[in-house]
Nanobody
Framework: QVQLVESGGGLVQAGGSLRLSCAAS????????MGWFRQAPGKEREFVAA????????YYADSVKGRFTISRDNAKNTVYLQMNSLKPEDTALYAC????????????????WGQGTQVTVSS
């Protein structure tokens, strides 16, 4: 079992930056590829970014490519999401999860979801 706790969300103006953290306890997160997802009010949860266990491969949604960067520190059992040039449409609850299936992009392939951290971007 893996327990995930996200932090780092908040209120920021458009064009600003935030760095989200996903701290794991229980089984080492280094065993898993990890992903970040977000869910805005009234919308389905969507894929944001993912990283393989060794941090040699990263994957991004087209909507965040070039603005967000996912990284991990397996020694600290933590995964990060650096978010730059934030837009109002990035406003959502952001959650991390461990990949349990084959696809990096499919929400259904992830488990051990954290509770999420709210990101609000004002215009």
């Amino acid at each position: 079992q893996v327990q995930l706790v996200e932090s780092g969300g908040g209120l920021v103006q458009a064009g600003g930056s935030l760095r989200l953290s996903c701290a794991a306890s229980g089984r080492a997160v280094s065993n898993y590829a990890m992903g970040w997802f977000r869910q805005a009010p009234g919308k389905e949860r969507e894929f944001v970014a993912a990283i393989n266990w060794s941090a040699t491969s990263t994957y991004y949604a087209d909507s965040v490519k070039g603005r967000f960067t996912i990284s991990r520190d397996n020694a600290k059992n933590t995964v990060y999401l650096q978010m730059n040039s934030l837009k109002p449409e990035d406003t959502a609850l952001y959650a991390c999860a461990a990949r349990l299936g084959s696809s990096y992009y499919n929400t259904a392939n992830y488990g051990y979801w954290g509770q999420g951290t709210q990101v609000t971007v004002s215009s």
